[in-house]
């Protein structure tokens, strides 16, 4: 007994057979949805194939045709795919036809679009399925990594045994600030990463058509969905990527820009060669999400004599220079240095160091460019600290195997009248405000506000005792003044409280020291 076939769905599926069907007329989808001649005729056509709708259901959804979520505007874009699938079924009952060309691997295909993708399904350029694991079965980490990172951490413990770098910049190595992507990080995989052979790329598809292809992009640079052409993607950031696949897939699926997403889920290993002053030098198989400054960090960093200012990314015949200082100020500059497969990194010897002491937020030894000058270095130190001494800076230089101090103002230097020029070597001093305060004055006993107050606004005793406010307790009378004379021995002055029976107002010294008496240490008592 056939089923009865009331649902929207299913009238919408029947539509969708008959406009495949050699009996589909030319009126219009909406009457082909709601014509019981139209019922008819599509569970004739199903009839006459040998199918029934569930399988015809079945196989639409594998394809990415989810009748559920088609509009009836819709129906004509969809006419020759479903012609596929009818034909396709049918050849399968009829034994006469194979399988269709392979599919791209579909992965929960009911799954909304936002569900993140956590298995490991790899397939290889074709779409046919090489491999399945679960997100428990899922390795951590490669033994090639596993060993990179073993490396790093060797490196990082012995820079702290040592103290760390000498030279800023250093410690960004092995104070684990730059770790190691690994090639299962692909998720973090930023829009300028640029891919290559052996990246599993997913792209998922909601909407109108819902799908997963996961595919390994193949030696020839390309992966290959079913119904369209292969994608070329090697040499393409990621974010290049997305715009290829949407154009391509467009012409076998039907969504909007915003309902593709495209991914990385597995990056690909590649080697990287580090020479130089790196405290590891040799191999290193890492992940290509890796930037040439986590690559190094694998290698634990230049060592005390290393550069990090002039370090070199060589790949094949062009030479790039990595600047540890500009990244450090932008890191975005990462970016700038992807990695690919025997890309070379060498570390120089460290050849311009200069070192700079006492008002500087980081008093350090910094390697620096030629081009730079005092300022600049000035800058790299975090700035001068709230109490630098502005009227000069010292530099402690060697000169024809003689040892000078040459002195410039601070303020010119800072305001760029004045360009220093620095040299290998030198030691830049600059001084802190040693002289202590003199201009105050002090008040202390009977007042609600005792303590140290400015003498240029408060030169006399009446304005001091005003801001100071004696409480209930304060002696009206007279008070004390503790003065300390030029030969630094102390005189108390006996004097009226200003203003008590017309006494005067008191002028006061620097340094000056206002006892303000109580009354209880006066107090008249009977014998």
């Given at each position: 007994?056939?089923?009865?076939?009331?649902?929207?769905?299913?009238?919408?599926?029947?539509?969708?057979?008959?406009?495949?069907?050699?009996?589909?007329?030319?009126?219009?989808?909406?009457?082909?949805?709601?014509?019981?001649?139209?019922?008819?005729?599509?569970?004739?056509?199903?009839?006459?194939?040998?199918?029934?709708?569930?399988?015809?259901?079945?196989?639409?959804?594998?394809?990415?045709?989810?009748?559920?979520?088609?509009?009836?505007?819709?129906?004509?874009?969809?006419?020759?795919?479903?012609?596929?699938?009818?034909?396709?079924?049918?050849?399968?009952?009829?034994?006469?036809?194979?399988?269709?060309?392979?599919?791209?691997?579909?992965?929960?295909?009911?799954?909304?679009?936002?569900?993140?993708?956590?298995?490991?399904?790899?397939?290889?350029?074709?779409?046919?399925?090489?491999?399945?694991?679960?997100?428990?079965?899922?390795?951590?980490?490669?033994?090639?990594?596993?060993?990179?990172?073993?490396?790093?951490?060797?490196?990082?413990?012995?820079?702290?045994?040592?103290?760390?770098?000498?030279?800023?910049?250093?410690?960004?190595?092995?104070?684990?600030?730059?770790?190691?992507?690994?090639?299962?990080?692909?998720?973090?995989?930023?829009?300028?990463?640029?891919?290559?052979?052996?990246?599993?790329?997913?792209?998922?598809?909601?909407?109108?058509?819902?799908?997963?292809?996961?595919?390994?992009?193949?030696?020839?640079?390309?992966?290959?969905?079913?119904?369209?052409?292969?994608?070329?993607?090697?040499?393409?950031?990621?974010?290049?990527?997305?715009?290829?696949?949407?154009?391509?897939?467009?012409?076998?699926?039907?969504?909007?820009?915003?309902?593709?997403?495209?991914?990385?889920?597995?990056?690909?290993?590649?080697?990287?060669?580090?020479?130089?002053?790196?405290?590891?030098?040799?191999?290193?198989?890492?992940?290509?999400?890796?930037?040439?400054?986590?690559?190094?960090?694998?290698?634990?960093?230049?060592?005390?004599?290393?550069?990090?200012?002039?370090?070199?990314?060589?790949?094949?015949?062009?030479?790039?220079?990595?600047?540890?200082?500009?990244?450090?100020?932008?890191?975005?500059?990462?970016?700038?240095?992807?990695?690919?497969?025997?890309?070379?990194?060498?570390?120089?010897v460290a050849d311009k160091l200069v070192s700079i002491q006492g008002a500087v937020k980081r008093p350090m030894t910094y390697e620096m460019l030629d081009k730079e000058t005092l300022a600049d270095l000035i800058r790299y130190a975090g700035g001068l600290t709230q109490d630098v001494y502005p009227d000069f800076i010292q530099i402690q230089r060697y000169v024809n195997g003689e040892e000078k101090l040459l002195e410039w103002n601070l303020t010119d230097v800072l305001n760029g009248r004045e360009k220093v020029a620095l040299v290998n070597g030198d030691?830049?001093?600059?001084?802190?405000?040693?002289?202590?305060?003199?201009?105050?004055?002090?008040?202390?006993?009977?007042?609600?506000?005792?303590?140290?107050?400015?003498?240029?606004?408060?030169?006399?005793?009446?304005?001091?005792?005003?801001?100071?406010?004696?409480?209930?307790?304060?002696?009206?009378?007279?008070?004390?003044?503790?003065?300390?004379?030029?030969?630094?021995?102390?005189?108390?002055?006996?004097?009226?409280?200003?203003?008590?029976?017309?006494?005067?107002?008191?002028?006061?010294?620097?340094?000056?020291?206002?006892?303000?008496?109580?009354?209880?240490?006066?107090?008249?008592?009977?014998?």
């Amino acid at each position: 007994m056939k089923p009865a076939f009331h649902t929207k769905a299913t009238v919408l599926l029947f539509s969708l057979c008959l406009m495949g069907s050699p009996l589909a007329g030319p009126f219009t989808q909406q009457a082909k949805a709601q014509s019981s001649a139209v019922m008819q005729m599509a569970r004739g056509e199903l009839d006459k194939r040998g199918l029934t709708e569930s399988e015809v259901r079945t196989r639409l959804l594998e394809k990415g045709i989810d009748v559920d979520n088609i509009a009836p505007a819709d129906y004509p874009a969809y006419q020759g795919r479903v012609t596929a699938v009818l034909n396709e079924l049918e050849a399968e009952k009829k034994g006469k036809g194979s399988q269709a060309a392979a599919q791209p691997v579909v992965i929960n295909v009911a799954a909304p679009a936002t569900t993140p993708v956590t298995g490991s399904t790899l397939t290889n350029n074709t779409s046919t399925q090489v491999g399945v694991t679960t997100p428990a079965d899922l390795p951590e980490t490669t033994p090639e990594e596993a060993a990179a990172e073993a490396s790093q951490r060797v490196a990082q413990a012995a820079a702290a045994n040592r103290g760390g770098g000498r030279i800023y910049g250093h410690s960004l190595f092995t104070d684990k600030t730059l770790d190691i992507f690994r090639t299962t990080d692909g998720a973090q995989a930023p829009d300028t990463y640029v891919l290559g052979e052996g990246d599993e790329v997913h792209i998922t598809i909601f909407g109108a058509s819902q799908t997963d292809i996961q595919q390994r992009i193949a030696p020839d640079g390309s992966i290959q969905p079913a119904g369209v052409s292969r994608i070329f993607l090697k040499g393409l950031t990621l974010a290049q990527a997305r715009k290829v696949i949407q154009n391509q897939l467009s012409s076998a699926y039907l969504f909007r820009p915003d309902q593709l997403a495209v991914t990385i889920v597995t990056a690909r290993t590649i080697l990287i060669n580090v020479f130089g002053e790196a405290a590891v030098t040799g191999g290193f198989n890492i992940s290509a999400l890796n930037s040439a400054f986590n690559a190094l960090s694998a290698a634990g960093g230049p060592t005390a004599i290393g550069s990090v200012r002039k370090i070199q990314h060589i790949r094949g015949t062009t030479k790039r220079t990595m600047d540890l200082y500009a990244f450090m100020s932008d890191p975005t500059v990462q970016y700038n240095f992807d990695l690919q497969n025997n890309d070379i990194l060498h570390v120089p010897v460290a050849d311009k160091l200069v070192s700079i002491q006492g008002a500087v937020k980081r008093p350090m030894t910094y390697e620096m460019l030629d081009k730079e000058t005092l300022a600049d270095l000035i800058r790299y130190a975090g700035g001068l600290t709230q109490d630098v001494y502005p009227d000069f800076i010292q530099i402690q230089r060697y000169v024809n195997g003689e040892e000078k101090l040459l002195e410039w103002n601070l303020t010119d230097v800072l305001n760029g009248r004045e360009k220093v020029a620095l040299v290998n070597g030198d030691v830049v001093r600059v001084r802190s405000i040693n002289k202590p305060m003199d201009t105050f004055v002090d008040i202390d006993g009977s007042v609600y506000y005792p303590g140290r107050f400015d003498f240029g606004a408060n030169p006399t005793l009446k304005t001091l005792i005003e801001r100071a406010q004696p409480n209930e307790r304060a002696k009206p009378d007279f008070l004390l003044v503790e003065r300390t004379r030029p030969d630094a021995t102390i005189e108390v002055i006996t004097v009226p409280f200003p203003g008590y029976n017309n006494a005067p107002d008191f002028a006061l010294q620097a340094k000056d020291r206002v006892h303000i008496l109580d009354l209880a240490s006066y107090r008249d008592v009977a014998s």
